[in-house]
């Protein structure tokens, strides 16, 4: 079972992830505390925004308490981070877990709150507790043959990276870095490119007008999707049917 009880400064513990002999989500412990020295740690829940909140709020007490300045704070939540980056990799070492980390702070961050606040810290420890517990739950397994069959099938709707990360109950950065692990590009450049195969055999295989080939297979902008096949092909979906018709 791994070890995430870790020292931050003096006698400080912090645990992020999951419950801990003394039944909480997100706690701080000092080596007094009759669970201060306890290593093992259990992942059988996810925990609430509240309590993450709440242990949030005992975290800068504890280091208020402790007389640290500005400075000193941001040293010990750097550590947090690094820490958590760690114990992801340990979850799973083939994705860039940093880059995880940075997106989901980026997306945990909400208008009217200072970046890097305790605010902040609170917002973005919800959003990776529960990445945390996806990946302890390896709730990826098969969840890129899901997410491939969808495009296969849907690839002409508004399909994003965000809203299929909800519907298959994973972490949209996570998602995003084990798709271009699997397929060398993005999520969005591979259903691109597959809207334009499926395109360009319209365009070899029916007599149908480019506006409406472009709208069936998910292009409501012809301009946008001319120059998507260009970027693809090389040349113009014109120019495209010509060549085939001419070989």
Known sequence: MADIVYTLEGDVYLNITN??????????????????????????????????????????????????????????????LFRLIHLASEQDDDVNQQEILRLISESSFESGIMRGSKAHLASFACEYAEYLFQLRKNVSRGVLGMVEKEIRE???????????????????????????????????????????EQASNQLIHTDKKIIQIAEEVGYHDLDYFVNRFIQVKGCTPARFRKQMFEE
């Open 19 to 80: 419950k801990c002999p003394c039944n909480c989500a997100f706690c701080i412990r000092s080596k007094s505390d009759a669970y201060g020295d306890s290593k093992e740690l259990w992942f059988d829940k996810e925990p609430t925004f509240e309590e993450i909140k709440k242990a949030i709020e005992l975290f800068y007490q504890e280091m208020g308490n402790m007389g640290m300045n500005s400075e000193t704070m941001t040293l010990n939540v750097n550590y947090l």
């Open 154 to 196: 849907s690839f002409a709707s508004n399909l994003t990276l965000k809203g299929l990360s909800e519907k298959y109950y994973v972490n949209s950065a996570y998602l995003g870095q084990l798709f271009r692990k699997k397929y060398g590009q993005s999520f969005k450049d591979y259903l691109n490119n597959y809207r334009i």
